[in-house]
């Protein structure tokens, strides 16, 4: 049997492959036969290479810590200004199934149409502590898809709440479904043209509501200029495939 | 198994790695809200969240760098149970009142739930062994620094005017040490029944 030293020290010379091929056969025996031993080169394994990541300097990892940070930051910021209550997932979700839905549609008719994309959205505008009865009743009136109700709330909220760029793309939406599609289409082209996060959403509703017109063609030009990095990226090129 | 199981999502790894900007952000546009609103639901707030949503960022990023991280499921579904787990345990410190937890039913396939879990268990021992390289006298701290800093273990023996033999002799004997340390700790016992 080897003492505690002895073993440390074939423990890291087995570790920076230093041992002769006799020796690395006779310690690699050993451990198939002792399970003690193994587990105490499995955590002596991986403290050194926690140490490694820890104690060496790693650029990498700063500048990802940076990085990080000012994305925080950055989210954070957009917040205070209130622009965004956004919940992106719930787009996730319904587009997936939507998307489901569409290739299903796509597989038996060649045109597409605007109900084949279209996304009937659960919205989830009031946060805890919210007391604007013009925002619950307008959320409530747009989740029951009664829009003629919801718009009517919007614009109440929208008396108070000018810049608010959440509200004014839902509006959008609610005139969209009531095919007031001039008044839509000037506020998703005013939102796409903006900075906030609805800003490529607004751009996909605009192309929507081009589709329902049975507008292919600047449709297509609307979906063209959606980025590959937006969420509604693959949708859109989706769509643009059938058109 | 190659990379037959990996998940697209293993992008977002690869993102952290690399420091790539344009997915980091996308991370922040897709994933992150949702953790943000969970931990507001939970009795916590913006800036707390943000805490939480970089520390498993940064764990993800050990993990990756060091024991070659290979996603299997989707992204969204294991960020989220770390940052959720991560923040419950935070609360339990924290608080000595029972939380309530507002929670959403959501359904968690196993291969979800076992990569959270490894993740889990990696970054718990991350924070254990550090615990216990503080344990260490100042001698081990010291030639462990130099050891994991300096190019090589000569110039280790220099700086610290010994001879090599000696520094290599010392560095796997604090290691052995560090090792002792971690195997006859609780949370060593505890960490190996998960």
């Not at chain 1, 403290?47 to 954070?76: N, V």
């Not at chain 2, 520390?55 to 579904?77: E, G, H, N, R, W």
């Not at chain 2, 216990?132 to 280790?156: A, I, Q």
């Amino acid at each position: 049997m080897m003492n505690e030293e002895e073993k440390y020290e074939l423990f890291d010379s087995y570790l920076q492959k230093e041992l002769s091929e006799q020796d690395r056969l006779n310690f690699e025996s050993q451990l198939a036969a002792d399970a003690n031993l193994r587990e105490e080169l499995e955590v002596f394994t991986a403290i050194t290479g926690h140490l490694e990541g820890k104690l060496a300097i790693d650029p990498q990892r700063q500048a990802l810590l940076d990085s990080l940070t000012s994305l925080s930051q950055q989210a954070q910021e957009q917040k205070e200004t209130k622009v965004i209550r956004f919940k992106p997932w719930k787009f996730a979700v319904a587009a997936s199934i939507v998307l489901l839905a569409g290739v299903f549609v796509f597989n038996q008719f060649s045109n597409p149409s605007y109900n084949d994309f279209y996304e009937p959205q659960t919205i989830s505008l009031v946060e805890r502590g919210d007391t604007d009865e013009n925002l619950i009743a307008a959320e409530k009136a747009f989740n029951a898809k009664d829009y003629e109700e919801a718009l009517r709330n919007f614009d109440k909220v929208l008396v108070t709440e000018e810049g608010n760029t959440e509200i004014q793309f839902y509006k959008g939406i609610a005139l969209l479904e009531l095919d007031k599609f001039q008044e839509a289409e000037a506020l998703f082209e005013v939102i796409s043209k903006g900075n906030s996060i609805f800003k490529h959403q607004a751009q996909w509703q605009w192309a929507l509501s081009k589709l329902k017109q049975k507008d292919y063609e600047a449709c297509k030009k609307l979906l063209q200029d959606i980025p590959a990095d937006a969420e509604v990226y693959e949708k859109a090129q989706k769509l643009l495939r059938k058109l | 198994m190659g990379d037959a199981g990996l998940h697209l999502d293993q992008k977002y790894i690869v993102a952290l790695l690399k420091n790539d900007s344009l997915l980091l952000n996308e991370i922040y546009q897709k994933f992150v809200p949702k953790v943000v609103n969970y931990i507001k639901k939970n009795s916590g707030d913006e800036a707390r969240a943000h805490d939480v949503v970089q520390d498993v960022l940064m764990t993800i990023y050990d993990q990756a760098k060091t024991k070659d991280l290979k996603l299997t499921c989707p992204f969204d579904s294991y960020f989220f149970l770390l940052c959720k787990r991560k923040w419950l345990n935070e609360l339990k410190k924290t608080s000595n009142k029972g939380v309530t937890i507002n929670e959403e039913i959501v359904s968690v396939s196993e291969d979800e739930q076992a990569q959270a879990d490894a993740t889990f268990v990696f970054s718990e021992k991350q924070q254990l062994f550090d615990a216990m390289f503080e344990r260490l006298g100042d001698k081990c701290k010291e030639l462990l620094k130099h050891s994991f800093t300096l190019k090589s273990m000569e110039e280790v023996a220099k700086k610290l005017e010994v001879s090599y033999a000696y520094a290599r002799k010392k560095k796997s004997l604090c290691i052995g040490k560090l090792t002792q340390l971690v195997q006859t700790s609780e949370a060593y016992q505890l960490l190996k029944t998960l």
